[in-house]
């Protein structure tokens, strides 16, 4: 683990099954999603224990977190250079890091003009990925 916050961080082999499992992950995962992947994979651990291992992770700078179109909290691990954006799709949840760096100058300057110091920030962007995207005759026929 490499975030900011290390003392909260006691390594357990469920805690490292969880983050091994992520890692494997390319794309956003719920908690629910990891935890069943877990299960079928023959690792004992229980769900509250993936929840707070992520909420943990999170804490500590090593995940990004985006929320699906219900709400549900979605991880990916971060890039040991930091934070990222991605743009998700709503469909399969497909996420690719987009270049975020007119987003950092724009938070930097409204923290900036506002007053504001250490300012955190989620910037969310969701759509709908080529592969899922409807085909011309599905746009207009709503098929």
Request: with cysteine.
């Amino acid at each position: 683990m490499h975030g900011r916050d290390r003392g909260a961080w006691r390594t357990t082999p469920q805690r490292t099954a969880v983050l091994d499992a992520l890692r494997a992950r390319d794309v956003f995962v719920s908690a629910q999603s990891l935890h069943a992947t877990l299960v079928a994979g023959g690792t004992a651990v229980g769900l509250s224990t993936v929840y707070r291992t992520l909420r943990l992770l999170e804490a500590a700078g090593n995940v990004d977190v985006v929320r699906d179109g219900d709400g549900e909290r979605l991880y990916r691990p971060r890039a040991d250079d930091g934070h990222r954006h991605y743009l998700v799709c709503r469909e399969c949840g497909l996420s690719l890091a987009v270049d975020s760096e007119d987003v950092e100058e724009w938070v930097a300057r409204i923290a900036r003009d506002i007053g504001f110091h250490a300012v955190d920030h989620t910037v969310e962007l969701t759509g709908v990925c080529d592969d899922c995207r409807p085909g011309p005759t599905e746009r207009r026929t709503g098929v």
